[in-house]
């Protein structure tokens, strides 16, 4: 079976022109800037999966959308969508896929929300004959039946996002890209929106999605790819990824103390594996994994005694996504 997207080498660098206010004046030439925002990834999204891309805001998971959806010229490397490859071929990749993509018009607020579907439809080149069948099983798939015929600018958020979900439908895609399709929505509609997007899976649908929210990608994600500036780091199932982390449970302190904490740091390190720590408004952070925080933690607070330093506040969690990402760059996705 072909796979729904294979990315090889895939590159893109920007290039942008700059200049001071006197150098224009004078008539002097742009000083050009490159700047990467892809760089040089591999990854294959097989059929019938739900695939993220997971990582900080800037790490480079837009653009790679924009390039696979053919709204951006990859600068160097491969990619092809369900087998089709998007430099060569675009109207045909067009044809093929839904997106929602972050920051586009996507919606007509003065307009119904079937009034947007077939006016999408038409743009879409939906068969006339289909559009209305087309349009109902849409609205029935994202569950806005009932608010069909209600303009847009009536929509909660949530509803809007839907509404936009369903435009890429329309098209009737195998493959959907969705940019960051939960961010804004409050808890409620981000859980149904993932829900919608469950069910597209299990009608047989490959997804690829991008998302800086680590709890959406490990509930989500059959694959996920951890990127940050513009490269690949780890490729993987989520469980396969945090099983990367070599500790059962993640510890996370906030200490009171003079000076720089340098040897409360040294100490605690010797009970766990301290994988990051800064100071905040006189208030020392710790993230420390350990095989159990029933151990741990009470000889954190020793040290900390030990040091005159208060421990203010203790976090016991599981591993998750955004450790692992800590473990490999350093930082953590929030950053």
Not at 136 to 160: F, N
Not at 207 to 234: P, S
């Amino acid at each position: 079976m072909t796979a729904a997207v294979e990315a090889r080498s895939l590159t893109k660098v920007f290039e942008r022109g700059r200049r001071t206010v006197w150098q224009r004046l004078r008539g002097e030439p742009d000083q050009r800037e490159r700047f990467t925002a892809v760089d040089s990834i591999d990854f294959t999204v097989e059929a019938g999966e739900i695939f993220g891309l997971l990582g900080p805001n800037g790490a480079g998971k837009t653009t790679t959308m924009k390039m696979l959806a053919t709204l951006l010229e990859p600068t160097n490397g491969e990619a092809l969508v369900l087998g089709i490859d998007v430099r060569s071929q675009p109207r045909d990749v067009r044809a093929r896929i839904g997106a929602m993509l972050s920051g586009e018009r996507s919606l007509y607020w003065k307009l119904t929300g079937r009034e947007n579907l077939e006016y999408f439809a038409a743009l879409y080149h939906v068969p006339p004959r289909e559009t209305r069948s087309r349009i109902d099983a849409v609205l029935a798939a994202v569950k806005l039946s009932d608010r069909a015929d209600d303009y847009v600018e009536r929509y909660s958020t949530g509803m809007r996002q839907r509404l936009a979900l369903g435009r890429a439908l329309l098209p009737d895609p195998p493959l959907l890209l969705l940019d960051e399709p939960t961010v804004g929505l409050d808890p409620q509609a981000a859980r149904d929106l993932r829900d919608r997007v469950r069910e597209l899976k299990r009608g047989g649908r490959t997804v690829l999605l991008t998302t800086h929210y680590m709890e959406e990608a490990d509930q989500l994600c059959d694959r996920v790819a951890i990127i940050d500036h513009g490269k690949i780091v780890a490729l993987d199932a989520p469980a396969a990824l945090k099983r990367t982390i070599r500790a059962e449970e993640v510890v996370r302190l906030e200490v009171g103390l003079a000076g720089d904490g340098a040897v409360l740091v040294d100490h605690l390190g010797r009970q766990g594996r301290v994988a990051h720590h800064d100071r905040e408004n006189g208030t020392l952070n710790v993230t420390v994994h350990c095989d159990s925080a029933r151990d741990f933690v009470p000889a954190a607070f020793d040290i900390a005694r030990g040091q005159g330093a208060t421990i203010k506040h203790v976090e016991v969690v599981p591993v998750t996504l955004e450790d692992v990402f800590l473990s490999l760059t350093g930082r953590e996705l929030r950053e």
